[in-house]
């Protein structure tokens, strides 16, 4: 089995910045891609970023220039700096590993994490 464990988010300010990480483990293929999705209140899901295990990134309009993603292979993590906060990025935050490379990787899902921006 696998698991993604979630840390990190809560409240913050608008303007203000968090970090989330997701820590993956178990018994699993190879992870060749990593990623952040958000589902706020009657919205769909929706991708925020991706990274795949070469480094290369993939992020969502809304987020560019605001958001980071990184990985660190060794420690199967995922890390998403998001800087510049705005009410509109209040959603539950859910980590994705995906065992192809794709932009979207779905394979594993975290629980989720609350992310609230206050204005």
């Known amino acids: 089995q696998v698991q993604l464990v979630e840390s990190g988010g809560g409240t913050v300010q608008a303007g203000g910045s968090q970090s989330l990480s997701c820590a993956a483990s178990g018994s699993m293929l190879s992870i060749k891609a990593m990623g952040w999705y958000r589902q706020a209140p009657g919205k769909q899901r929706e991708l925020v970023a991706s990274i795949l295990s070469g480094g290369s990134t993939y992020y969502a309009d809304s987020v560019k220039g605001r958001f980071t993603i990184s990985r660190d292979n060794a420690k199967n993590t995922v890390y998403l700096q998001m800087n510049r906060l705005k009410p509109e990025d209040t959603a539950v935050y859910y980590c994705?590993?995906?065992?192809?490379?794709?932009?979207?990787?779905?394979?594993?899902w975290g629980q989720g994490t609350q992310v609230t921006v206050s204005s």
């Open positions: 994705a590993i995906g065992t192809v490379v794709t932009t979207t990787p779905r394979d594993y």
